[in-house]
């Protein structure tokens, strides 16, 4: 493990992996760097790329300094750029492509492509109200200090199927998915509105638009949004992929696009 510091004073903890041209690993909701599944990505990405794998804020061995906003977020992200080097790939997985958007519109020089993969915005006023219920009810869980079912709450509110998510328990990695779940309120806030189709207007790095075959409609509706209003964005389905994306299946494309 490795760490560094955000401008605010939050330790960022990460671990690198490979090496190659530098690719920051932006993980969605309830993930962290330890995670075995991000380790596998990691791994698999690192066979082309020097892999920057971090703790966002809140997460793992990653500090958690407060208030949270999303202007924070993104100084971790140009924090660990610094660390690459000063310039670097950005791959975002859901709300983690929400994050590397805006770094893109933030960070100028310093990122120097993007590929988003399944950007979790809602895509439509009636997914917005539903998801608004939905955060209502994560935020009154976390405010009673009722970690697990927030976090269950949650899974099944974005259409994890029930029978995975009463297993959840089961699993030896379910006492840090409930410790992760303050961080759920974070997610909320970066994926509760609709895509900022006239901010991405002013993207000016090269971005890689890709939606996972079987992840639900709202997604790709999400990809094409993003994809008509960024300029030059390439867009992508990726065939017999879902949500939670096989690395090994998506590093073709990735490699294609970033190198």
Not at 246 to 258: C, E, V
Request: glycine share 8%.
């Amino acid at each position: 493990m490795k760490t560094t510091r955000s401008k605010d004073g939050t330790t960022l903890a990460y671990d690198v992996y490979g090496s190659g041209p530098a690719l920051l690993y932006i993980t969605g909701a309830s993930c962290y760097r330890s995670f075995k599944p991000i380790v596998q990505d990691a791994k698999v990405f690192a066979t082309e790329f020097t892999v920057y794998s971090y703790d966002r804020r809140g997460r793992g061995d990653s500090g958690n300094t407060l208030p949270y906003s999303i202007e924070r977020e993104i100084e971790d992200i140009e924090a660990m750029i610094n660390k690459a080097g000063g310039m670097a790939y950005l791959y975002g997985h859901s709300s983690g492509a929400v994050l590397a958007l805006e770094a893109a519109l933030l960070l100028g020089s310093k990122v120097q492509k993007v590929v988003m993969y399944d950007a979790s915005y809602v895509h439509d006023e009636k997914e917005k109200a539903e998801y608004k219920h939905l955060s209502q009810t994560i935020h009154k869980l976390l405010d009673d200090g009722k970690n697990a079912k927030a976090m269950s709450t949650f899974l099944k509110g974005i259409g994890m199927p029930k029978v995975f998510v009463l297993l959840l328990p089961l699993f030896p990695g379910w006492r840090t998915m409930k410790a992760l779940s303050p961080t759920l309120a974070y997610d909320i806030a970066l994926t509760q509105d609709m895509p900022p189709v006239e901010r991405a207007t002013r993207v000016s790095v090269p971005t890689q638009i890709i939606v996972g075959e079987k992840s639900p409609a709202a997604i790709h509706d999400v990809g094409r949004q993003l994809t008509k209003a960024i300029p030059s964005a390439k867009f992508a389905h990726l065939p017999g992929q879902d949500h939670m994306v096989n690395a090994k299946s998506l590093l073709p494309l990735l490699s294609d696009f970033l190198k």
